[in-house]
């Protein structure tokens, strides 16, 4: 359940990490902070070099943060060995011990906890099962494709029965078909073994429909933590609301903010309801994002107007690129139906109506 | 008109003839300078020793039989050459030891060198490589140097007051030890480097993120992917080990012979050729069965653990 509040599984407070000394001093994370909470499938989504995996990798316990506190139920881990640490991770190489078998890799952990044999076996025994590889436990690791390979490194990081799992782009070395698969069983898995899922990835579709929770990460900071639906409808800031999905920014002027709610004078004169960021300080201007899917291109006048650009034809939906009179594009996503289809010739005038609540003003 | 399958075979028999050919110079090198000295050792074996050195042309067995056994010189009774399984076990012995020692050292140099970055590990291979410029004579000679009664570490010692005679540390096994690790650590730390430098330290971190202490890693990790290198490592130490010769003449005195120096007295004062040649064909055999053993248990897959 996404939005109950639980317990908090990790709770990373004030994370900073530098590498480098003097002034080649890179900070891959800058003062993060973000709570976790059990039970969820959690997802640090942004492009590469944003820091994500950097703090995978504090989390794990590969590096050390260089300030802050890395909480896990409660307790500093910071400063602990990874081994000394209740949370597994699943590398985006796999990883997998080439000179064992993959039961031989599935059972590593348990061996290294001390637990007995007949445990072990039982435990290797379900895994194998979860992760519906019994017939080849007795392969070589390099003697199974990948997405097997895949299955094998979940299950190894699942067996020893971590806290927290976590996962660093497992995915992106799938095809994918694969990686479709892989999706709904990571899911399944989660929901399965009830443990709380870390999972970094730079694929915005693929953080959109598996998490519980995103946080949005760039350069090194975590611009906005919410559910899909709050990340993709109520982007907080440009970089939020421009990586993930498309969207049309316009420049607007604030009339008046009522609680979460705003009214705004677009440029072309036309007033608009919008939603508005949390953390938002009004001084007048302000930036609007509206996805292209909220808004509606019409013969006639809207709330703006333009000229049609483009049309690009998908089957499911037609994209209308439109530019508008004062300059900037705007896309229109209109979903195409038997009959009533709209068709727009390029160079003609449309207007376009902004649906209610389509609007939103970011805090940036 | 020849048909494709012709044409093909044809260029498949030029393929090996042309293998043979650029192998040749290999083949023949191989041929003259080792197999064939090789058999002549062999014949001379079984001949009689001549009176001067050298050997007479007459069929013999004395000289496989004096590799075992001794002649009493004045009954003619035959009893064990104990002395010839004295100096054995030693080869064998500091040979081992030399190998294991070789390993100790050379496993952490191996990996500390293989953990830098790209750039400062040529260094560090340059520098491991530099004894190698030296003759091995030389570097003999400086290890003597520095263990001998009067040398640094003696007089270190008692200047420092923590003894007073100097520890008898030359002429001793430990001595060749000494030499021999000092002399034979770089053909360890190479073929350890070049297989620690393929190792994907990913799987390091795999360990220890599934609870391997540092120790464990080592054990079941890092030591059963870096195999090769170690046995590689073993054989090119093992191998001119046992067969030393320089490092125990200077460094062990008359006294503490190895195999080397057994054969080498039964071609120069001994002048006893044919037991010097079955010697020689002994220690070969014995060196070929003891890395069938070790390669067979150290290269079998992963063990069972339980």
């Known amino acids: 359940m996404p939005d109950t509040p639980g317990k908090n599984a990790i709770e990373v407070r004030g994370v900073r990490k530098v590498f480098g000394t003097g002034e080649a001093q890179v900070a891959a994370l800058d003062t993060v902070s973000v709570s976790i909470r059990e039970n969820e499938f959690f997802t640090l989504l942004g492009p590469s070099g944003c820091g994500k995996t950097t703090l995978l990798r504090l989390i794990a316990g590969f590096d050390f943060p260089s300030e802050g506190e890395i909480m896990l139920y409660g307790q500093d881990i910071a400063p602990l060995p990874p081994f000394k640490r209740p949370v597994n991770t699943v590398f985006q190489s796999y990883a997998l011990f080439p000179h064992m078998t993959v039961a031989q890799n599935i059972a590593f952990g348990l061996e290294m906890l001390g637990k007995p044999r007949a445990e072990i076996d039982a435990r290797v025994a379900e895994m194998l099962k979860l992760v519906r590889m019994e017939k080849l436990a007795k392969r070589r690791t390099s003697q199974i494709s990948g997405g ?57 579709e693929e953080a959109l429909t598996m998490s519980d929770r995103i946080a949005v990460m760039s350069s090194g900071k975590i611009l906005q933590v919410g559910t899909a639906r709050d990340i993709y409808d109520r982007p907080a800031v440009r970089f939020v609301a421009d990586f993930i999905g498309e969207t049309n920014f316009l420049d607007a002027r604030i009339d008046s903010v009522d609680g979460g709610k705003a009214k705004v004078t677009l440029k072309s004169g036309a007033t608009i309801a919008a939603t508005v960021a949390d953390g938002f300080k009004p001084d007048g201007e302000a930036t609007v994002v509206i996805r292209p899917e909220h808004a509606k291109a019409v013969k006639g006048t809207g709330d ?34 038997r009959g009533a289809m709209m068709e727009f010739e390029r160079g003609e005038r449309v207007g376009i109506v902004i649906g209610d609540d389509a609007a939103q003003i970011l805090k940036d | 008109m020849a048909t494709a399958a012709e044409i093909e075979k044809q260029a498949e028999a030029r393929e090996v003839r042309n293998r043979w050919l650029l192998s ?41 039989v004096s590799v075992f056994l001794e002649r009493d010189i004045f009954d003619d009774t035959l009893s064990f050459a104990s002395a010839h399984l004295t100096i054995f076990w030693r ?76 520890i008898q540390m030359l002429y001793t096994d430990f001595a060749i030890m000494v030499g021999m690790v000092y002399v034979y650590l770089p053909l360890m730390v190479l073929p350890l480097y070049a297989s620690m430098e393929k190792l994907d330290f990913r799987l390091v971190e795999a360990g220890y993120d599934l609870y391997a202490s540092r120790w464990q890693v080592l054990k079941r990790i890092i030591f059963p992917l870096v195999r090769p290198g170690v046995v590689a490592g073993s054989i090119l130490v093992f191998i001119p080990a046992i067969g030393a010769y320089v490092t125990p003449s200077v460094l062990g005195g008359g006294k503490n012979m190895m195999f080397a120096n057994l054969i080498e ?39 069972r653990h339980g």
Request: net charge neutral.
């Open chain 1, 148 to 204: 097997q390979q895949q299955r094998v490194a979940l299950a190894r990081a699942l067996a020893p029965q971590p806290k927290v799992l976590l996962l660093d782009e497992p995915l992106s070395a799938l095809d994918y078909k694969l990686r479709k698969e892989m999706q709904i069983e990571l899911k399944r898995l989660q929901h399965e073994t009830g443990i709380t899922f870390i999972f970094v990835t730079h694929d915005q």
């Open chain 1, 304 to 337: 703006i107007s333009g000229v049609v650009e483009n049309v690009v034809y998908f089957g499911t939906d037609t994209h209308v690129h439109v530019k508008l009179d004062d300059g900037e594009s705007f896309t229109v996503r209109q979903q195409n139906t």
């Open chain 2, 24 to 64: 040749a110079p290999a083949l023949i090198i191989i041929l003259l300078a080792a197999s064939g000295p090789l058999l002549i050792v062999l014949l001379y074996s079984f001949l009689t020793p001549g009176p001067y050195g050298d050997v007479e042309w007459k069929f013999s067995t004395e000289g496989w």
């Open chain 2, 91 to 166: 080869s064998l012995r500091l040979a081992i030891m030399a190998t294991v020692a070789t390993l100790i050292f050379g496993f952490p140099t191996a990996y500390f060198i293989a953990t830098r970055s790209e750039r400062t590990r040529d260094i560090w291979l340059f520098l491991i490589t530099i004894p190698f410029w030296t003759n091995l004579l030389i570097r003999t000679f400086a290890v003597l140097q520095v263990i001998r009664n009067e040398g640094i570490i003696n007089t270190g010692l008692i200047k420092l007051g923590i003894i007073d005679q100097p």
């Open chain 2, 265 to 303: 007295l039964q071609f120069g004062q001994g002048r006893n050729w044919p037991l010097g040649a079955a010697l020689s064909i002994t220690v070969m055999a014995i060196v070929m069965v003891a890395l069938l053993v070790y390669v067979r248990n150290t290269s079998s897959s992963e063990v």
